[in-house]
């Protein structure tokens, strides 16, 4: 018999399209097991749909789970993927209205109830029915009516989609946020820009007054810096750095306020005596003295050939600097010390504060010389001295005026028509304000508490940056030819540079040339007696 077997197994091994006895392949066994599901699926279907089609009874076709007994039947599980990819998308439930939906929603079915309703009250039997649905009527109608006011105040919107999700707590922002965020940082966007906040250079200023009425510091056209110390004038050269001094007065004597001529070296510097002096710094030589006030004059201002200076005495006196007889004219606007002295950008209007809280502004004179004797209009809204003041390069109508420890606050005025456009409490003492002549921004130099300088947005009057480095208050500021420096005098003896106001590259070579274009010719260099 052994023998049988053998040849019995070699030939079953030489058989090539017969089956072997080896274990079967894969895919036969996955097509067999599908094909065997699909036949019980199809024989469970038919014997279910045969015997609940006679009996109506309605079951569910949903595939059961595996059950054990004496335990309940398990529940699938909710499949982790969305048909359309991604997962399912949940409206804002909180600003979801479920009664209007669900009212709209049977509004059909409730409206065709109501008519079987009615149409089935002709026996009494059907009273209570009848009540039944006119209650409802009533219900449905009110709904509707509530319905119409959401519609018309919301837009007829029912379901809530675009509100944003709650920002996460600051314990789960992500700190690597800084690093990979595809937005564009604030320093770059429009209208924001880098301001640095510490000053560039320091100088010391030893025995500078510190005295709120004066005004003891300028920057020239070309590039000098005049400074009062104590009853010495220096020049300080800010391009070489050299430093002269000019002049040095009699003991008991002192410059109260310096001002230079728009173009030119001429330098104007009212006394403590109540003169103004005229020096010629290319050649450190005193060109004139011109006479007119009983007390120290504390302001200057030029307009081409005509120097105007505020005093003590209150009043205002008008000096040509061509005339043998200088004084053209003397205004009496105030009742104490004249502190802030300010030619509009366009020569019309002369506005000067006092320390009687006054803001006044004095119009041209007819003959183009001078201003009117009565001023155009009267301020009077400043609870404290106004000595800071500044006109809008851009708008030449606008004056801005800031007041003292009592007031702390920055005004804007209309001189069109004499209104009070805008007023920002400071916080502080205001000692001096400039607009910026590359930006469309205001610089103001403040006392008490924080003795910083802030920069604000005009015209909003949003904060940009706080310039801190002085120890006590800063008393005086003045702005550098080309408008990117600001150089600021405070009462802690030092004079401190601050590079806020940098043009913009691209557009430096436009600015240059438009500055460059709307300069003036003095009219008086040679004509000085």
């Known amino acids: 018999m052994s023998q049988f077997n053998f040849v019995s197994d070699l030939q079953n091994a030489l058989i090539m399209d017969g089956e072997t006895r080896g274990p079967a392949p894969r895919w036969k066994k996955k097509l067999e097991a599908s094909l065997n599901g699909s036949a019980n699926t199809t024989r469970s279907v038919l014997s279910v749909s045969y015997n609940t089609s006679f009996s109506g009874v309605q079951v569910s076709t949903k595939t059961p789970g595996k059950t054990s007994e004496g335990k309940a039947k398990k529940s699938q599980a909710t499949p982790t993927k969305t048909p359309g990819g991604g997962d399912r998308f949940i409206p804002n439930r909180a600003a979801t209205n479920f009664e209007l939906a669900h009212f709209l929603v049977n509004k059909d079915s409730g409206e065709k109830s109501d008519e079987e309703n009615e149409k089935a009250t002709t026996s009494n039997s059907n009273e209570s029915n009848v009540q039944a649905s006119a209650h409802k009527v009533e219900r449905q109608k009110l709904i509707s009516d509530v319905a119409q006011v959401n519609n018309d105040n919301n837009g007829g919107r029912i379901l809530c989609y675009q509100n944003k999700a709650p920002a996460a707590p600051e314990s789960h922002t992500n700190p690597l946020k ?8 604030i320093s770059t966007k429009s209208g924001s820009r880098y301001i640095p906040t510490t000053s560039e250079r320091i100088l010391d200023a030893p025995d500078f007054i510190n005295d709120y009425y004066l005004n003891l510091m300028d920057w020239s056209g070309d590039n000098i810096v005049a400074v009062a110390l104590g009853s010495c004038v220096y020049l300080w050269n800010a391009a070489s750095g050299n430093i002269e001094q000019l002049t040095e007065f009699e003991e008991g004597d002192y410059a109260g306020s310096l001002s230079w001529i728009p173009e030119g070296q001429i330098l104007a510097i009212g006394n403590s005596t109540g003169a103004v002096e005229l020096w010629d710094c290319s050649k450190v030589k005193r060109l004139r003295v011109m006479d007119g006030h ?9 307009n081409s050939f005509l120097v105007s200076s505020g005093s003590r005495d209150g009043t205002i006196v008008h000096h040509d600097v061509r005339a043998r007889e200088h004084k053209l004219s003397s205004l ?3 009742t104490q010390e004249v502190c802030g002295l300010k030619w509009s950008t366009d020569f019309k209007y002369l506005a000067s504060g ?3 809280n006054l803001v006044n502004v004095w119009s041209l004179a007819g003959s183009g010389v001078g201003t009117a004797t009565d001023p155009l209009h009267k301020f009077n809204e400043h609870q404290a001295a106004v000595r800071a003041l500044a006109w809008c390069p851009w708008q030449p109508n606008t004056l801005a005026s800031g007041g003292g420890t009592a007031d702390r606050c920055i005004k804007f005025w209309n001189v069109n028509n004499g209104s009070l456009t805008k007023s920002v409490d400071s916080k502080s003492q205001v000692c001096s304000l400039l607009f910026s002549r590359h930006y469309k921004e205001l610089i103001s130099a403040h006392g008490f508490a924080n003795n910083q300088l802030t920069i604000w947005k005009y015209p909003t009057m949003v904060k940009q ?4 480095g002085h120890t006590s208050r800063v008393l005086q500021m003045a702005m550098s030819p080309d408008g990117s420096t600001v150089i600021s005098a405070g009462a802690d003896e030092t004079l401190r540079l601050w590079n806020c106001f940098a043009p913009d590259p691209l557009a430096a ?4 040339a438009s500055v460059n274009s709307k300069a003036k010719q003095s009219v008086f260099r040679q004509s000085i007696r």
């Open 509 to 512: 070579k436009k600015a240059t």
């Open 332 to 334: 009496a606007g105030h």
């Open 465 to 468: 940056a706080d310039l801190t």
């Open 354 to 356: 006092g320390n009687d």
């Open 178 to 185: 800084v690093v990979y965020s595809i937005k564009t940082p």
């Open 294 to 302: 009983s007390a120290r004059v504390g302001s200057l201002a030029w």
